[in-house]
Nanobody, 125 residues
Framework: QLLLVESGGGLVQPGGSLRLSCTAS?????IAWFRQAPGKEREGLSC????????NYADSVRGRFTISRDSRVNAVHLQMNVLEPEDTAIYYC?????????????????????WGQGTQVTVST
């Protein structure tokens, strides 16, 4: 079974940057980043395939967040710049059964089979 481990969260001031990482225990076809703020639905942010094709789900982070992959260590990163207090949330990475999708699916939670434990990002003074 695929295991996903997130890292890189923390406390940052508004306007600052963080880089999240998601390390996969097995080969993957797609990995996506989601986030969930208190009292809100889980929101899909961006997805990348093992070939490097990117699908951006959320307009709210377009131009500020960038997804990338490092095939040497089987990891996917989320570079987050110009962070705002509204970006405060638990950030999760997610993936699918390897033969389920060859391209990034829609951002619905039910499309994803495996989830990491989440990493907290807090944007505050």
């Amino acid at each position: 079974q695929l295991l996903l481990v997130e890292s890189g969260g923390g406390l940052v001031q508004p306007g600052g940057s963080l880089r999240l990482s998601c390390t996969a225990s097995l080969p993957y076809s797609v990995i996506a980043w989601f986030r969930q703020a208190p009292g809100k639905e889980r929101e899909g942010l961006s997805c990348i395939t093992n070939r490097g094709d990117v699908t951006n789900y959320a307009d709210s982070v377009r131009g500020r967040f960038t997804i990338s992959r490092d095939s040497r260590v089987n990891a996917v990163h989320l570079q987050m710049n110009v962070l705002e207090p509204e970006d405060t949330a638990i950030y999760y990475c997610a993936s699918t059964d390897i033969m389920k999708f060859l391209a990034c699916p829609g951002p619905q939670r039910e499309n994803y089979d495996y989830w990491g434990q989440g990493t907290q990002v807090t944007v505050s003074t």
